[in-house]
């Protein structure tokens, strides 16, 4: 059974940074893309960055420069450290996991996802 756990969201002022983290279990997670998107209040889910299973990362023009993602595939966990967090940051973000790594920016190519966890930026 595949289970993508996230934590590290909370709350922060703008200007201040987070670290989210998402532990998968159930999965060999070293042949796996993942990526992080986002579902802000009355929006739809978006796009936020993507790590290939070779490393290769890929951002949502809105987060270059503010954000990085990395993987650590002993751990089997994939990380978000987001900077500079502005209020429109405000949303609750999720990790996924796919097999199809050349289409890693593609929410519907994403196979596995976990629950979310709660990033709120005030103002």
């Known amino acids: 059974q595949v289970q993508l756990v996230e934590s590290g969201g909370g709350l922060v002022q703008a200007g201040g940074s987070l670290r989210l983290s998402c532990a998968a279990s159930?999965?060999?997670?070293?042949?796996?893309?993942m990526g992080w998107f986002r579902r802000a209040p009355g929006k739809e889910r978006e796009f936020v960055a993507a790590?290939?299973?070779?490393?290769?990362?890929y951002y949502a023009d809105f987060v270059k420069g503010r954000f990085t993602i990395s993987r650590d595939n002993a751990k089997a966990t994939v990380y978000l450290q987001m900077n500079s967090l502005k209020p429109e940051d405000t949303a609750v973000y999720y990790c996924?996991?796919?097999?199809?790594?050349?289409?890693?920016?593609?929410?519907?190519?994403?196979?596995?996802w976990g629950q979310g966890t709660q990033v709120t930026v005030s103002s």
């Open positions: 996924a996991a796919t097999l199809r790594n050349g289409v890693l920016v593609v929410e519907l190519n994403y196979d596995y």
């Open positions: 159930g999965l060999i997670f070293r042949g796996y893309g």
């Open positions: 790590i290939s299973w070779s490393g290769t990362t």
